[in-house]
């Protein structure tokens, strides 16, 4: 069974970059796209965005001017980045797997979750 | 934006009753609609993909109904383990949208 396992730094400082890496074990990272989700303390799910294997990335329109999502199909790793980060990007960072079938796409499997917070 | 409204925000309810939690889309979106179950501290889980298929492994307790703008979960005979907050989502247009969550307490 696939297993995602997100990492990075728990704190950040405004104004400075998230950066994050999801590592995927138990399947293949070339035959799926990848979505990150994030979840502010007590607040419902935001879809941050999305990567295929080929690099090729979709994102929120809210946060597109500061994010970047890649692929390393060598290291079975995903990565986000945000710039400019605010008080508003403390979350739980989640990665998930986007299942796509011809009834359409939804995120079968979800890694535990990483939570960053800011400070200065 | 798709914008999803679940309906209740919370419930207290007694094992073995019978839960519905209902959720509206701003605009239709045929069967993209799933359901996710979370519990503190831990990631969502799926419980039904396309409105009415249950995810591997979830209890048949669990299940769901609807198309087009409205979408109803449906937990027959609840049990302790069952108590946690779920969401809808909508994967039928970018950007993927989540509703607000409805939490369920058990009595």
């Known amino acids: 069974q696939v297993q995602l396992q997100e990492s990075g730094p728990g704190l950040v400082k405004p104004s400075e970059t998230l950066s994050l890496n999801c590592n995927v074990s138990g399947g293949s990272i070339s035959n799926y796209c990848w979505s990150w989700i994030r979840q502010p303390a007590g607040q419902p799910l935001q879809w941050i965005g999305r990567?295929?294997?080929?690099?090729?990335?979709n994102y929120n329109p809210s946060l597109k001017s500061r994010v970047t999502m890649s692929v390393d199909t060598s290291k079975s790793q995903l990565s986000l980045k945000l710039t400019s980060v605010t008080a508003a990007d403390s979350a739980v960072y989640f990665c998930a797997r986007e299942y796509s079938s011809s009834s359409g796409k939804v995120f079968d499997f979800w890694g535990q979750g990483t939570l960053v917070t800011l400070s200065s | 934006e798709i914008v999803l409204t679940q309906s209740p925000d919370f419930q207290s309810v007694t094992p073995k009753e019978k839960v519905t939690i209902t959720c509206r889309a701003s605009?239709?979106?045929?069967?993209?609609l799933h359901w996710y179950q979370q519990k503190p501290a831990q990631s969502p889980k799926l419980l039904i993909k396309y409105a009415s298929q249950s995810f591997s492994g979830v209890p048949s307790r669990f299940s769901g109904s609807g198309s087009g703008t409205d979408f109803t979960l449906t937990i027959n005979s609840l049990e302790a383990e069952d108590a946690a907050t779920y969401y809808c989502?909508?994967?039928?247009?970018?950007?993927?949208?989540f509703g607000q969550g409805t939490k369920l307490e058990i009595k």
């Open positions: 989502h909508q994967s039928s247009s970018l950007p993927y949208t």
């Open positions: 990567v295929y294997p080929s690099g090729n990335a």
């Open positions: 605009q239709s979106i045929g069967t993209g």
